[in-house]
């Protein structure tokens, strides 16, 4: 069974500061890893997707990294920004049974 | 397209009731994930389709839980009866999965499900 975890659980940093979120899975059996952003009481929004042949996926402020092998993936946020406030979860999705595995997420406080 | 579209977005409902959530896919996409959201357990898989065909339902809680896909354009998550132990977010995506191409999931907006 796919194990998710990310670390940490909780992140808070002034305004300016990159962030650095961390998501690591036992089976590196994949078919791609997602990131989503999920605002209190809201839906999740779909960050960035990386395929399993890919290495990094970039868009805007955002890059995330991919190391299969490994079983980890990389969120990177520069010069974070207050609006950036929110719980990142990573998803990674299985080659053995199709499923989204999700980890717990990590929630973000970016301070004015 | 106008993404995954749950209905409706709040429910309340008193214990031992039927609670039907309802959820269109993205146009294109072949497959449909139910997933539940809580505090104390975070998202949780329980049931995903593929070409309407129920593939994996290991994650429903218990018998009281069942889903439908009668189309590609149509799933139902069935609780009968309900509990408050039930209460929770319940979230639908949807995403096209093939040999060659596996596309992102899209979530839709979530049910807010209160049992009382």
């Known amino acids: 069974k796919q194990e998710v975890t990310q670390i940490p659980a909780a992140l808070s940093v002034p305004e300016g500061e990159n962030l650095v979120l961390n998501c690591s899975f036992t089976?590196?059996?994949?078919?791609?890893l997602q990131w989503f952003r999920q605002d209190p009481g809201k839906g999740l929004t779909s960050l960035l997707l990386?395929?399993?042949?890919?290495r990094e996926q970039t868009s805007g402020r955002l890059n995330a990294s991919l190391d299969k092998s490994s079983g980890r993936s990389t969120l990177y946020i520069a010069a974070s920004q207050p609006g950036d406030s929110a719980t990142y979860l990573c998803?990674?999705?299985?080659?053995?049974?199709?499923?989204?595995?999700f980890g717990a997420g990590t929630t973000v406080t970016v301070r004015a | 397209d106008a993404g995954v579209i749950q209905s409706p977005r709040h429910e309340v409902t008193e214990m031992g009731q039927e609670v039907t959530l309802r959820c269109k896919p993205i146009?294109?996409?072949?497959?449909l994930f139910w997933y539940r959201q809580t505090m104390m357990r975070g998202l949780e898989l329980l049931i995903y389709?593929?070409?309407?065909?129920?593939?994996?339902d290991s994650g429903m809680p218990e018998d009281r839980f069942s889903a439908k896909m009668p189309n590609a354009s149509f799933s139902t998550l069935k609780i009968q009866p309900s509990e408050p132990r039930d209460s929770a977010v319940y979230f639908c995506?949807?995403?096209?999965?093939?040999?060659?191409?596996?596309?992102?999931?899209?979530f839709g907006q979530g049910t807010r499900l209160t049992v009382v």
């Open positions: 389709f593929n070409n309407n065909v129920p593939i994996d």
């Open positions: 146009s294109g996409h072949n497959s």
């Open positions: 089976d590196s059996a994949i078919y791609n």
């Open positions: 995506a949807s995403s096209f999965l093939g040999r060659t191409l596996n596309t992102e999931a899209f």
């Open positions: 990386i395929q399993s042949s890919q």
């Open positions: 998803a990674v999705g299985c080659s053995n049974d199709y499923k989204l595995s």
